[in-house]
């Protein structure tokens, strides 16, 4: 059981360049969101999904788009890079709606030059 | 919107000693949760609160659901070299959707020898 996987672990971008963020899960959770951290500050919620076919926005939405096709993936895409974008991104998902108990990826480390 | 305030944002303390931190929201939650964040990791969680007034253990860890449901507070007692990390307290966020978590900045505690 390997429980939520993110890839790339790394990467650099240059600044307009597009890139997605691979996520998945294999506990049939139904829902699944993506958050970015950065420097001395919580993670922030970005978008989230409650179910195949079914996204929304979160916090900081511009500049990333997702989608959600199957109840195990859930991709961010970021469609033009910029350095403002230069964070480390986390995936999760959840079990139930309440209690709002999320489970973590280990992150995927963003740097836009 | 949400904001969730942590304190401190750092502690130093020797092994052995015991260590409480607090988290406090400008809204009313209906469930808190505690993480913690290795170096290079996504957050773990280690407690969950659904109740106000709800006392929780996990181990040398024990958390508290504010009687006004405004706030929480975990405490670790008798410190370990591994208790080092961030601690990060969150709850649902309420940006329009159900799923999502909105954190605090986080707590960061440094064990010294």
């Known amino acids: 059981n390997a429980g939520v996987t993110q890839t790339p672990k790394f990467q650099v971008l240059k600044t307009g360049q597009s890139m997605t963020l691979q996520c998945a899960q294999d506990m049939n959770h139904e829902y699944m969101s993506w958050y970015r951290q950065d420097p001395g500050m919580g993670l922030r919620l970005i978008h989230y999904s409650v179910g195949a076919g079914i996204t929304d926005q979160g916090e900081v939405p511009n500049g990333y788009n997702v989608s959600r096709s199957t109840t195990e993936d859930f991709p961010l895409r970021l469609l033009s890079a910029a350095p403002s974008q230069t964070s480390v991104y986390f995936c999760a998902s959840s079990y139930s709606l309440v209690p709002a108990v999320a489970f973590f990826g280990q992150g995927t480390r963003l740097t836009v030059v | 919107g949400q904001q969730l305030n942590q304190s401190p944002q750092s502690m130093f303390i020797q092994e052995g000693e015991d260590v409480s931190m607090n988290c406090t929201s400008s809204?009313?939650?209906?469930?808190w949760l505690w993480y913690k964040q290795d170096p290079g990791e996504g957050p773990v969680l280690l407690i969950a609160?659904?109740?106000?007034?709800e006392l929780t253990s996990n181990g040398r860890l024990t958390a508290q659901f504010g009687i006004t449901r405004k706030d929480s507070f975990l405490n670790i007692s008798a410190s370990i070299p591994s208790d080092v990390g961030i601690y990060f307290c969150?709850?649902?966020?309420?940006?329009?959707?159900?799923?999502?978590?909105?954190f605090g900045k986080g707590t960061h505690l440094i064990i010294q020898p």
């Open positions: 609160l659904y109740k106000a007034g």
């Open positions: 969150a709850g649902p966020y309420s940006g329009g959707g159900a799923d999502g978590l909105t």
């Open positions: 809204s009313i939650f209906n469930t």
